[in-house]
């Protein structure tokens, strides 16, 4: 199996003022391609941080990070979105979605960025949004859709380009269980069908147990990594 | 597409978009009326200090208005005359004479500017024939009456019917030469210099009292367009600047009017640098108040692949489309403005500005040039002023911005 990403030694130091706090510290893992990946901990455990090291949204203080074999230190600016644009799909907590966007014009947002061409944008997210389970909403607005939909959509905008990681920050944080199972159910389905590298964090037992592989962070250390069967 | 979402973005708070358009919009049409209304009022004073007495262009002998010197006549003047009849840009012409002098009634006395006129001619480039309150206008031949202005009137203690006698020095000699007039016509020519010190005879018998022949010392001329009368390229200018004589535009001859002008146009200037600093800090504060609430929304943008320099671009296009519905409102309600003043006028009436007093209603003058011109600056201020935000925003860090409502 292919390794997709793999951190060496990466610890993240906030500081505020006097005080440090350690998000990370020394945190080494290699998921490969394909993976279906919880990473999960209390809240404060470093999770949020470790996703955004690891998609470029923020650097490590010290230790690295890799991409498919790229150092993502090593990639900057307009560089660096557009590799995000290329290669990383999000799914935040909640308030994904830009609210003045249809469903249809959030899920072609990535899509126009890249350039293409309208025809093939419409089949897309036609595709897309009966994968996801929201046929006939294209043209429903944000506020009109419920939270478990508009993760959904979060979902849709994600795969639509078909990156090669998903990353996925407590997306059902905010959901009821039977939601938020049905969510990781569905993401599950497309990491299959796919082959999309799917990592996401959560810090709800039911929710973790869905993965195959499950690294638990605490006070930003690794205290377990296991591959279940 | 991002222009669009930057339009979506704008109706997002319809309120705060409307507020603050049309307070920026409020500000571009305080500057569009009132470099209108300053233009109507420009207009008004050029309009009664040119119709008042002195036409939109004089013809003197050079140095004759800085001494009034007698001596100092039109050099050929016959001619002259003849050709004023000829060109086809002058629509009316009156010579006169002029000196200054005494008059005296039996229970006072006072100084006068004595001019003698053909009141034919006079009629047509001044308002001294509408302006008389009592009495009549002077006969064509002469019956040795005087027109006196109101002030004088009242100080000489005299009416219209009473006698009184004038006093000048003549020419070459110096020696003072007296005659006795009826006053024939009292006038209200509502300006304080004129009432109180202007008197009209017939030319005939100016000439004869100064015993300066035929002579003249002024023409008055009125051009069939006053704004030929203000461009110092007219061809008149050069034509009849010839033989020691010297042909002048209102412009010239009342320096002070034109002063006024530029000094409106600086006002103008200020109001405007004045009005778009207010502009620019309302844009920014709107900028950075939606800019502020929408800051996961940066962060989930850039975290999906938005290039910093698309953020820059979003973020100016909303300050763009804010100020073309502030260009729109502000444009609608100055020429609403517009509208309004210019069917009710604005009363200055009796205001004395630069020598001159505002007589008729001033209406707003439409300058469609204004409503291009004005707006475009606001748009591009208001674009440059919102690169501050807008830089803000790329910089952003994704991740921070992404923690701050979590
Ligand atoms: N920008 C920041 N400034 C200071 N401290 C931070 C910042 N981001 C995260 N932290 C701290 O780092 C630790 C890990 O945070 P985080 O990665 O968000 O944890 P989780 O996502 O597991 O809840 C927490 O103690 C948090 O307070
Ligand atoms: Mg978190």
Same mark, same amino acid.
Request: aromatic residues 10%; charged residues 20%.
């Given at each position: ?5 793999r ?19 020394d ?5 490969n ?6 990473i ?50 999000f799914?935040?907590?909640?308030f994904? /979605? ?11 947002y990535?899509? /126009?960025?890249? %350039? ?7 089949? &897309? ?11 006939g909403?294209?043209?429903?607005m944000?506020f009109?859709?419920s939270g %478990?939909?508009?993760? &959904?959509v ?9 990156? %090669?990681?998903i ?25 299959k ?24 962070l605490?006070d930003g250390?690794?205290?377990?990594d296991?591959?279940?069967? | ?12 708070n ?13 500000g ?7 470099e209108? =209304? ?8 050029i309009e009664?200090?040119?119709s ?21 006549? +039109?050099?050929?003047s ?6 004023l ?12 004479v ?8 039996p ?21 001294? *024939? ?7 206008f002077?006969p ?13 009137a009242?100080?000489?203690e ?5 006698k009184?006698v004038v ?5 070459k000699?110096?020696e ?13 020519l509502?300006?304080? *210099?004129?009432d ?17 022949g ?5 023409i ?8 030929k009368?203000?461009?110092?390229? =007219?061809?008149?200018?050069?034509r ?6 010297? $042909? *002048? ?5 009342f ?10 146009? =600086?006002?103008?200037?200020?109001? $405007?640098?004045?009005l778009?600093a207010?502009?620019? +800090? ?10 502020y ?12 692949g938005?290039?910093s ?10 300050s763009?489309w804010?100020?073309i ?8 309600? $100055?020429?609403?403005?517009?509208y ?11 205001? *004395? ?17 204004s ?9 591009v ?6 690169l ?7 910089k952003l ?10």
């Amino acid at each position: 199996m292919k390794e997709i990403i793999r951190t060496e030694k990466v610890t993240k130091i906030y500081r505020t003022g006097e005080i440090e706090v350690a998000a990370l510290r020394d945190v080494s893992v290699c998921i490969n391609e394909g993976e279906f990946t919880a990473i999960a901990g209390p809240s404060g455990s470093g999770k949020s941080t470790f996703l955004n090291i690891i998609s470029g949204l923020d650097h490590p203080t010290s230790g690295d990070a890799y991409i498919s074999g790229s150092r993502i230190n090593d990639i900057s600016g307009t560089k660096l979105s557009d590799f995000r644009r290329d290669n990383i799909g999000f799914v935040f907590q909640s308030f994904n /979605l830009i609210p003045v966007l249809s469903v249809t014009e959030n899920i072609e947002y990535v899509m /126009l960025l890249q %350039g293409i061409p309208r025809k093939e944008r419409s089949e &897309r997210v036609a595709a897309i949004l009966s994968e996801v389970g929201l046929e006939g909403m294209e043209n429903r607005m944000p506020f009109q859709l419920s939270g %478990g939909q508009q993760q &959904r959509v979060a979902v849709a905008r994600a795969i639509v380009t078909s990156p %090669g990681i998903i990353l996925a920050d407590e997306p059902t944080a905010n959901l009821d269980s039977a939601t938020g199972a049905a969510l990781l159910d569905m993401m599950k389905k497309l990491n299959k069908k796919k082959n999309m590298t799917f990592i996401f964090s959560t810090h709800d037992r039911n929710i973790m147990d869905v993965s195959r592989r499950l690294i638990v962070l605490k006070d930003g250390r690794i205290e377990k990594d296991e591959v279940r069967g | 597409m991002l222009f669009k979402l930057a339009w979506r973005n704008i109706l997002r708070n319809k309120r705060r978009t409307v507020i603050s358009s049309l307070a920026v919009g409020f500000g571009l049409t305080t500057l569009i009326f009132f470099e209108a =209304f300053a233009l109507g009022w420009i207009v008004d004073m050029i309009e009664t200090a040119t119709s008042t007495i002195s036409g939109h262009a004089q013809i003197h002998r050079e140095d004759f208005t800085d001494t009034y010197n007698v001596d100092l006549t +039109i050099n050929n003047s016959k001619n002259l005359l003849e050709n004023l009849g000829r060109e086809k840009d002058v629509v009316n012409f009156a010579p006169r004479v002029i000196s200054l002098g005494i008059i005296t009634s039996p229970r006072d006395i006072g100084s006068v500017m004595l001019f003698g006129i053909e009141p034919e001619k006079e009629k047509h480039v001044s308002k001294v *024939e509408k302006s008389i309150i009592r009495g009549a206008f002077l006969p064509d031949n002469d019956n040795g009456t005087i027109l006196i202005g109101k002030k004088l009137a009242k100080t000489l203690e005299a009416g219209v019917g009473e006698k009184v006698v004038v006093t000048v020095a003549q020419s070459k000699t110096g020696e003072l030469s007296q005659d006795m007039f009826r006053i024939g016509g009292i006038f209200d020519l509502r300006t304080e *210099e004129m009432d109180s010190g202007f008197a009209f005879i017939n030319m005939t018998r100016a000439q004869k009292m100064l015993n300066i022949g035929d002579n003249i010392h002024e023409i008055s001329i009125v051009f069939d367009d006053i704004d030929k009368a203000s461009r110092p390229d =007219f061809f008149f200018w050069e034509r009849y600047s010839v033989n020691g004589n010297k $042909a *002048e535009g209102w412009n010239k001859i009342f320096p002070e009017v034109e002063s006024m002008i530029k000094m409106t146009d =600086f006002s103008i200037y200020i109001t $405007a640098v004045i009005l778009f600093a207010i502009v620019a +800090i309302g844009i920014i504060n709107t900028l950075f108040m939606s800019l502020y609430e929408r800051i996961f929304e940066f962060g989930v943008l850039k975290a999906i692949g938005t290039r910093s320099l698309d953020i820059v671009k979003l973020v100016l296009y909303e300050s763009f489309w804010l100020s073309i519905v502030s260009a729109v409102f502000g444009i609608v309600l $100055a020429l609403l403005h517009h509208y309004i003043f210019s069917i009710i006028g604005i009363n200055y009436i009796g205001l *004395e500005f630069g020598g001159v007093t505002v007589q008729n209603l001033i209406y707003p003058v439409f300058k469609p040039w204004s409503y291009v011109i004005f707006p475009m600056i606001m748009i591009v201020f208001t674009l440059i002023v919102s690169l501050y935000p807008a830089i803000y925003a790329s910089k952003l860090g994704p991740a921070k911005a992404i923690r701050k409502t979590m």
